[in-house]
C-alpha cells in the first residue's frame, strides 16, 4: 500500500480562539435547545410502541399460509412460509441473472483517500498551535473520492467518475404460498448470500477486453496483483426464496399495517420460522434498545450543548495553559451533571404524562441528585 503524508502548522490567537468560542455558543444553545423535545418526544414513542406491542399480542391469530381465508381479512394475522418468486432478476452491464426475491450488484474502485489528523498544543498567553497531518492512502472504496477537495490534490488525482456505480434490482412480485407479499414487507428481507462468478462465466460484448472473472466476481484494470489506481472490483449477492415469518393485517391475498387503539401500527417480518411471542418480543425489545439509544443522543446532545456554552471559560483562563484545562475540566463535570439532572427531568415530565408513577419516581431522583450537586459545589467553595 502507498502513502504520502504532509503536514502543516497554524497559529491561533488568543483573542481568535474567544471568538471562535463565543460563535460555539450559539451551536452550543440550538443543540441544548433540540435536546428538550428529543427526549419528550422519545418517551411518547415508546409508550406508544409498547401499547401498540401490546395490544397486537393480545389480537394476533396464527393462520396458515397455503389457503386465503377470506374471514380473517381485516384481522391482524400471524404466519409462515416461504416467500418465492418466479422472476429472474438481472444486470444487464454485466449479464448476471438469477432467480431471487433481490439482486445487488457492489463495485469498489481503487482510489487516493485523504485522512486528516490534528493536535492542537495550547500556548502560553492563551493561544494555541496546531500540527494537522495529511495522510494519503491507495484504497479499494465503494464511493466515489473526489480528490478536488483534497488538500494537496496533486499526484493524488482520481478518476472524475465511477463507470459501474451500485445497483439494486427487487422482484415485483412475491409470493408467500397463497399470499402476495407487499414492497414494504419485501424490503425487509435483506438476507443476502454472495452470488459467486464460475471462472468460465461468458461477458458482454462490450467489457470483453476490459474485465475478468476474478474471485468470484468482475475484476476491470490490467492486474488484479498489482491494482492501479481507477481498477475495478464488481461483486453480486442475491436474496434467495426463503422462509419468513409475519405479523401484518390481512387485506384479502396480501398484507397492510394493522392499525391499534393505541395509534400504532404493526407490520412485522423476520427471515426464518418464528412464533407470534417471538416474533413480538423481538419488536419490544427492538423498541427497548432504541429508546435507550434516543435517550443516550439527547443526553449528549445536552452535555456537548453546555460544554460548548461554557467553552469561552476555559478558553480566558488559557493564558496559563495549566489554569485552562483545570477550567475546561471542571466546565466539562458540570455539564455533565446539569445534562444528567436536566436528562432526568425532561423525561421524569414525559412519565408524568405518558407514565405517571414512574415519572414522579424518577422527577424525586432528580431532585435529590440536585440536592447532592449542590451541596458538594458549596463545599467545594471554602476549598477554591
Keep these: 500500500m502507498s502513502q504520502d503524508s504532509f503536514s502543516e502548522v497554524t497559529q491561533e490567537s488568543w483573542f481568535g480562539r474567544i471568538g471562535g468560542s463565543i460563535k460555539g455558543i450559539v451551536v452550543g444553545l440550538v443543540l441544548f435547545a433540540v435536546s428538550f423535545p428529543l427526549l419528550f418526544w422519545n418517551e411518547g414513542r415508546a409508550v406508544k410502541r409498547y401499547n401498540t406491542l401490546k395490544e397486537g399480542a393480545g389480537a394476533v391469530i396464527s393462520v396458515s399460509s397455503r389457503s386465503v381465508t377470506p374471514g380473517n381479512s381485516g384481522k391482524l394475522v400471524h404466519m409462515t412460509g416461504k416467500a418465492e418468486t418466479k422472476e429472474i432478476l438481472s444486470d444487464p452491464a454485466f449479464g448476471v441473472s438469477a432467480n431471487a426475491l433481490k439482486l445487488s450488484r457492489l463495485v469498489e474502485m481503487y482510489q487516493w483517500e485523504e485522512k486528516k489528523e490534528s493536535k492542537k498544543q495550547k500556548k502560553l498567553g492563551g493561544g494555541a498551535e496546531t500540527t494537522t497531518t495529511y495522510n494519503y492512502n491507495k484504497a479499494w472504496s465503494d464511493r466515489q473520492i473526489s480528490s478536488a477537495e483534497f488538500k494537496y490534490p496533486e499526484n493524488h488525482e482520481n478518476p472524475a467518475s465511477m463507470p459501474y456505480t451500485p445497483s439494486r434490482w427487487i422482484a415485483e412480485l412475491v409470493h408467500l404460498e397463497a399470499f402476495r407479499l407487499p414492497w414494504s414487507l419485501v424490503r425487509e428481507i435483506n438476507d443476502f448470500t454472495p452470488l459467486v462468478m464460475e471462472s468460465d462465466a461468458s461477458l458482454p460484448e462490450g467489457l470483453r477486453g476490459k474485465a475478468r472473472v476474478y474471485n468470484g466476481g468482475f475484476y476491470i484494470g490490467n492486474d ?69 439509544i434516543l435517550r443516550l443522543v439527547g443526553f449528549l446532545l445536552m452535555s456537548v450543548g453546555l460544554a460548548m456554552v461554557f467553552s469561552p471559560l476555559s478558553v480566558i483562563a488559557d493564558l496559563l495553559p495549566i489554569l485552562g484545562s483545570i477550567v475546561g475540566a471542571g466546565t466539562g463535570i458540570i455539564s455533565f451533571l446539569v445534562a444528567a439532572i436536566l436528562s432526568l427531568v425532561t423525561i421524569g415530565i414525559a412519565w408524568v ?25 458549596r463545599k467545594s467553595k471554602p476549598a477554591a
Design 224 to 292: 488484479p496483483a498489482t491494482a492501479r489506481i481507477g481498477d475495478m472490483r464488481i461483486s453480486f449477492k442475491v436474496v434467495k426464496p426463503m422462509e419468513v415469518s409475519i405479523i401484518a393485517r390481512q387485506v384479502d391475498d396480501t398484507f397492510e399495517p394493522y392499525t391499534t387503539k393505541a395509534g400504532g401500527t404493526i407490520e412485522l417480518l423476520q427471515t426464518g420460522v418464528h412464533s407470534a411471542e417471538e416474533m413480538i418480543h423481538a419488536a419490544e425489545r427492538s423498541n427497548q434498545v432504541l429508546t435507550w
Design 353 to 377: 404524562v405518558y407514565r405517571p408513577l414512574l415519572g414522579i419516581i424518577l422527577l424525586a431522583v432528580a431532585f435529590g441528585l440536585t440536592v447532592v450537586v449542590r451541596s458538594k459545589l
